[in-house]
């Protein structure tokens, strides 16, 4: 596995590869679902190229910026188990040089609402950052999780606007939870173990809602909504930003009555301030 940090030596190591290209983009303290991402692209392609990089430009609060975990030494020793065979880890100054000039996505009312709204900013941070890779990198798939449901949704509409030279197929791998449930995530590690019991309740509240949504025709959605976020809370989370129904064009659901088929719910709560995010697929 080569271990690279300039854009230099990345573009020398991407010339001499012939054959199918996987990137899988993480910000780092890589887990079993990142690995995941890994050895699907292993399996699907003849070389898979992993970036570690935590882009300011998508954070909107300067502290879970500076508190997020870097674990590099178990990260790169993750990824050669994992058998990835370039390894990204470029520096501030290789993705935004000096002469760097961002673009701005038309991502439409997408970015407006759930996590668009109480990140504001967070995907055309997110949107820059991946085109900066893609366009470095150039590879013909690229990996995302499903954990981060309306980020794979954005970027699937950032590559609809581009017009790169080549297409990129985008593939969304499944979320990996741990054997109780929770949604893997690196927010976890500033998680106590009761913490993390108690989040149980998100995948919970999430299936519970599918299960009622699916066999009830009648379903009260904002009923759905209103006990959900209550027993979140009881459980133990300090707020519940939202526990939304969305439809087929990702609009959040405000009223009962939905003519048009519901693909997801989405959740995202904060628990001894540290907020995560989940959903399901209907
Ligand atoms: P991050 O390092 O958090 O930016 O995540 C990098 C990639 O890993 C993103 O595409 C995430 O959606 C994906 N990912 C994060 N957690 C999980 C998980 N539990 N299962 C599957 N993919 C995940």
Redesign the pocket.
């Given at each position: 596995m080569k271990v690279i940090y300039t854009n230099e030596a990345l573009a020398l190591s991407l010339s001499n590869i012939k054959g199918d290209l996987g990137f899988?983009?993480?910000?780092?303290?890589?887990?079993?679902?990142?690995i995941?991402?890994i050895e699907r692209s292993v399996s699907e392609n003849k070389f898979t190229i992993c970036s570690i990089f935590v882009n300011q430009k998508q954070f909107n609060n300067a502290e879970d910026f500076e508190k997020y975990p870097k674990t590099i030494d178990t990260d790169l020793a993750k990824l050669e188990q994992a058998k990835c065979d370039i390894v990204f880890v470029p520096t501030n100054e290789q993705i935004y040089p000096t002469n760097f000039k961002a673009s701005y996505f038309e991502l439409g009312n997408i970015e407006n609402v759930l996590e668009g709204f109480y990140r504001p900013g967070h995907f055309q941070g997110v949107c820059i950052v991946v085109n900066r890779f893609l366009d470095l990198i150039k590879p013909n798939k690229l990996?995302?999780?499903?954990?981060?449901f309306q980020?794979?949704i954005v970027i699937q509409k950032m590559l609809a606007l581009q017009k790169l030279d080549a297409k990129i197929e985008l593939c969304i791998?499944?979320?990996?939870?741990n054997r109780y449930g929770l949604?893997?995530?690196?927010r976890n590690l500033r998680l106590s173990e009761e913490a993390k019991r108690k989040s149980l309740i998100l995948i919970t509240c999430l299936e519970n809602a599918k299960a009622t949504l699916i066999t009830n025709t009648t379903t009260d959605i904002l009923k759905i909504q209103k006990e959900s976020i209550k027993e979140i809370k009881q459980a133990g989370f300090e707020s519940v930003d939202y526990f939304d129904f969305i439809n087929e064009d990702f609009e959040v659901i405000k009223k009962n009555t939905e003519s048009k088929r519901i693909i997801a719910i989405l959740t995202a709560a904060t628990i001894d301030a540290v907020r995560l995010i989940d959903n399901i697929e209907i």
């Open positions: 899988v983009p993480t910000m780092g303290a890589l887990h079993d679902g990142h995941s991402l990996y995302l999780g499903r954990k981060d980020q794979c791998v499944n979320t990996k939870r949604a893997l995530s690196s």
